[in-house]
């Protein structure tokens, strides 16, 4: 069955930076559109990036644009998101999840099961 794992988020000091990483099994990787969301407390879940198949197109939310970059290793079947100047309001859990051809906002049916990112002021 489809697996998506995720891994690097901790606890991090406001201005600092983390790089997640989503490791996919169980699926075509090259086929699916990968993307970041993340779900703060008492908050909706919400898309962070998401990155064509091929890496050629990329989407962010504004609030992490020009901070935050999400990036693929196909030959590893691996999605990353490489986060600078942190803010503790992008403290939450972090999940990743893949979409079938194209990107979407709303999200795939597959989601790993997150990992949290906390930043302190």
């Known amino acids: 069955q489809v697996q998506l794992v995720e891994s690097g988020g901790g606890l991090v000091q406001a201005g600092g930076s983390l790089r997640l990483s989503c490791a996919a099994s169980?699926?075509?990787?090259?086929?699916?559109?990968m993307g970041w969301f993340r779900q703060a407390p008492g908050k909706e879940r919400a898309v962070v990036a998401f990155?064509?198949?091929?890496?050629?197109?990329?989407h962010y939310a504004d609030s992490v644009k020009g901070r935050f970059t999400i990036s693929r290793d196909n030959a590893k079947n691996t999605v990353y998101l490489q986060m600078n100047s942190l803010k503790p309001e992008d403290t939450a859990v972090y999940y990743c999840n893949a979409n079938w051809g194209i990107i979407s906002t709303r999200g795939g049916p597959y989601w790993g099961q997150g990992t949290q990112v906390t930043v302190s002021s």
């Open positions: 169980g699926l075509t990787f090259s086929n699916y559109a």
């Open positions: 990155i064509s198949w091929n890496g050629g197109s990329t």
